[in-house]
């Protein structure tokens, strides 16, 4: 179990294509400790993205860069603490 963020945002098919690889040129994230999960677990969804951070509770902790290239792009984004 980790912080889960849902990151909503309306994204056009090209820029979804644009962070898939940037998520693809990420470093693979490193295993919480007694290798049990990855310390960061990020899918794109239909709503935008669904990030999980086993470790941190900050949804951008090691996605910098995919943060910054929405910004830059202009895409308006909401992010929500999933409480299941």
Known sequence: MGF???I???LAQ???LHIAQLLAALPQTP???G???P???I???D???YICQHLRPDPWHGLETLRAWLDAQGVRYAVDEIDD
Do not use: I, K, V, W
């Open 4 to 6: 889960e963020f849902r």
């Open 8 to 10: 909503t945002a309306s």
């Open 14 to 16: 090209e820029q979804r």
């Open 31 to 33: 295993r919480a400790p």
């Open 35 to 37: 290798g049990a999960m």
């Open 39 to 41: 310390e960061t677990d």
């Open 43 to 45: 899918r794109l969804t």
């Open 47 to 49: 709503a935008g993205l």
